[in-house]
């Protein structure tokens, strides 16, 4: 009993000489190789030399401060949600008055991390951001030879005041917070 009505013909057909002793395969073969071998070589040697991005190019996340210095972040979770590879975690709490020139909002992120290894660079955080907190800039992630050290918390993602991380011209030049 057949289950479709596809059916395949499969020919018989006899190999000739040329094909039993795969002559035209290996001249085909080699051909491919040695207009390969002529090429212009493609590596380069980094860091001296440097690859030039195209502008829309997503690379190591930031967690940006506004111009006060306190944190975008409202630890809404619309990051961790928008993640495809689940790469985002994130633990909310609230603000006291002594850390009001810390954070701009009363929730703030006390534990925000992203899973390096995982990520796989999309931007739909970036997107998903209400206030505009997280961005991808066109910095390469570090290489390191250890798998926990590419979970980056707040202390490697957070930007310093006085090293402001300069987002490139796809994303939004600045964000005035609504009042």
Request: with cysteine; aromatic share 8%.
């Amino acid at each position: 009993m057949k289950l479709t009505n596809r059916s395949k013909v499969v020919s018989k057909k006899e190999m000739t000489l040329a094909e039993k002793i795969y002559i035209p395969a290996i001249v085909k073969g080699m051909g491919i190789t040695l207009k390969h071998a002529f090429q212009k070589n493609k590596t380069i040697s980094y860091p001296e030399e440097k690859r030039v991005f195209a502008k829309v190019w997503r690379g190591q996340h930031v967690l940006k401060r506004d111009d006060e210095g306190r944190e975008r972040c409202t630890a809404c979770g619309l990051c961790a949600v928008a993640c495809p590879a689940e790469a985002i975690t994130m633990t909310a709490a609230e603000r006291t008055k002594e850390e009001k020139h810390l954070y701009r909002e009363e929730k703030y992120a006390s534990k925000y991390e992203i899973d390096m290894l995982r990520c796989i660079f999309c931007g739909l955080c970036e997107e998903a951001c209400p206030k505009s907190a997280i961005y991808l800039t066109d910095r390469l992630v570090n290489t390191e030879t250890n798998r926990g050290s590419f979970v980056y918390g707040k202390d490697k993602l957070v930007e310093d005041m006085d090293q402001r991380i300069d987002i490139s011209d796809r994303q939004k030049k600045s964000y005035k917070q609504p009042e």
